[in-house]
């Protein structure tokens, strides 16, 4: 391997990361020779030089690439696929390590690295935004992100630990001040941790338990999030108070995570209500332990002493209330240190938490405490005094609570029509509600929301077992709110939601378990938000009109005042982009959150846009400051909330350095958007009548293109099955959710992961691009306007932020590696005809994305990508020769053999790390 990373020599433009990459390579060298002797080393070298070769297109290496491939034999081939596996999680090491070196820089400059906070409010003051604008901005701002259990991570835990690890040490190899003996001592251990890589399982040996999810995402905010949270807060406002110091600053508390893991039911049976009750324990268990740890720390570096300062009056009477609570010997034992007093008993309470005594019965309780010491300690310190790890454990408190992240719960809307349907029927409301047309159930539900009378019988065994578990979810929100308190739960989404109907079905559920009451005096009192999910490109287009009737609807009005006059809603970008191609989806989702937004205004009903973005562009991914800026500016100054999933979360939150930069900029890019958005400097954000009158026919053309391919094609589905690893998918073991709903064979039912996953592994990436170019092709050519299209680039955000994830998604495809995946197809004259109009699709994508951006390749204008991008292609298409090779041994095969399974299981891993992409 260190011919490999030698190589990257001339490619890399930056020494330091040059540095890493190069040490690693030597290091993964040395493991491959003491592993699997010199030979493994030749024969993973003697791949790479004929795969290079294959691409300056010399025909006699490409037989030659392909008789080698053929030639190997397991042991020796599974040891080959991994050497080039472990060689890209190296890189991406390497990389993630550079990003935080690069932060560091900036910080030891002037600090104004591009999105950080100091350079977002430095430009607020030098474009002359006042206070009073920042401050009103800041007030309604809300940004939430909500970690998801998709599957779409396909490395181990374990295997994840190593990789920080190794980070971690690569880190202090940047130390300056090392002695010769700790570099060396330093580079053993980098060697130690690679040799552990190689000898490491990649490979989970069972799917994961809802559970072992939720563990997964407790992870991170163990490792970072706890700490990251509070810090960004606090950086902000230190901030706002230099720049604008005749300000008195306190941000609110604008950043939040949210999760779904353990909540989300929809096609997951495995989501019981006691397995959701069972993940708020695990969230309040961690939440508790991590303030235990804080407190202590804290009650260690408070020592003064009544002796020599006064301690405030209402501390003082308040350990003298509570001391009984601390048996013989658990008191401190120093009288005279107020604060480390007053801290024993804090720690006893927070250990009792839930029982219904001796313990804080809410976090609200915990907070007033800290809260307690903080305005005593200010009534003896000098001006300017401030303790910020007290600080910073209020503002935890008041993030996290004692329910560490909301959970939301989702369903699909036809589970909440059927248990609907068989209530009405057991009390005669209705013989069969779900024959009934859409007005009849809006009347009926709206008239039983309206009557105060339960409707449920008292025995569970009067309704069917998919009923009883309906009501026991909606019960087990309402012990919720009273055990964890209600941000434990704010939020239920209704999955596929085509009507009004499926929104006031969930409403008439929370109202019979006490989670939306209608008092006898007509007052109405809620606790749960219900949030529509708009997911296919028809639920988008009639979203508008949802949201207007039941916007109209007094008795919903009253559910909305309960919430502050605030309506979420979701936008799937999954299911709308397999429904009608990136190009297409990514218009209908920005259309609608602008009619929507303008019938909320008409209500005076602010909206929350949640976004159910993937990790992969297929899926709406992209940096997640990109997604921000590509939304209608209008919309962001009430709230963003947005799912961060899969290798999301694992690239952006296992460091602190890397979660910090992630979120500070995420911060940064929201706050000056939502400020320009409520200033004259910023109209509309720059786009025009014209521009969208050009992209709906764009769209148009693009929509009809895709739907032509994937719908109207009657050998699509075939092809799409044979051409790509999808059979195999489902032995990876990355998620608890099967791939399809219902366990269907049907297009319609396949989940948009693995659709998005199998696409990326052939290397054609369709779902991230295919279509645009006939899109984008179809106006210039129609209008002959591309000065037009190169002006929309230049100053639509929205624009920008399309065309340029679809040439990244360009870049990442390779139509070289994807040609050898047709050969799996049985038809090859289908597989020809249908890879020919994939192909010059590909050509006319790439084409039109030039001329608008203006540059002679792909990704010019982001060098740094394209130079990633560029070093890795060539080394995935060893993996990706390798994976059709074992795939179509395996799919010729009548008897399964568990080796040539676990070696192209190996490949789907290694290309899902060299792209950095999975679903």
Sequence with gaps: MTTILESAKSEHSSSPLRRDVKSLGQLLGKVLVQQGGQALLDKVEKIREMTKSLRNNDELSYQELKNEIASLKHPERQQVIRAFAVYFHLVNIAEQNHRIRRRREYQLKDGHQPGSLECTVTQFKENGIDAEIIKNVIEKLSMELIITAHPTEATRRSVLEIHKRIALLLHQLDQTILTPREREELNEKLFNEITILWQSDELRDRKPTVMDEVANGLYYFDETLFEVLPQIHQELEETLQEHYSAEDWHVPNILRFGSWIGGDRDGNPNVTPALTWKTLKKHRKLVLRKYHTSLTNLMKQMSQSSKQIAISKELTDSIHEELSILKDGEQWKIEHEAYRCKMAIMLKKLEQVGKPKEGYQSSEEFLEDLQLIKRSLLGHSPDGFRLKSLDQLIRQVELFGFHLATLDIRNHSGEHEAAITEIFHSVNLATDYSRLDEEEKVELLGKVLQDPRPLLLPFAEDYSKETSQMIDVFRMINKAHEEFGDRSIEVYLVSMTESVSDLLEVLVLAKEAGVYRLHADGRVESKLNVAPLLETIDDLVSGPAIM????????????????????????????????????????????????????????????????????????????????????????????????????????RYSLYDIAYRSLEQATSTLLSAAANASTDAQQNDSRTKAWEDVMEGISSASLMKYQELVFNDPDFLTYFKQATPLPELGSLNIGSRPMSRKGSERFEDLRAIPWVFAWTQSRQLLPAWYAAGTGLQHYMENNDQLNLLQQMYNDWPFFRSTIDNLQMALMKADLTAAREYTGMVKDQEMAKRIFSEIENEYHRTTEAILLITQQDHLMDQLPNIKESIRLRNPYVDPLSFLQVELISKLREDEQLDEDLLREALLTINGIAAGLRNTG
């Excluded at 209500?603 to 991914?621: A, E, P």
């Design 548 to 651: 207007k009737k039941l916007f109209s609807m007094d008795f919903y009005q009253q559910q909305l005042k309960q919430h502050g006059n605030v309506q979420e809603i979701m936008l799937g970008y999954s299911d709308g982009s397999k429904d009608g191609g990136t190009l297409t989806a990514n218009w209908k989702l920005y259309k609608a959150q602008q009619e929507i937004h303008e019938v909320a205004d008409q209500y005076n009903v602010r909206l929350k846009f949640f976004h159910g973005r993937g990790g992969s562009l297929g899926r709406g991914g992209g940096p997640l400051y990109r997604s921000i800026l590509s939304q209608p500016a209008e919309t962001l100054g009430d709230g963003f909330k947005i799912t961060e999933q899969g290798e999301v979360l694992s690239s």
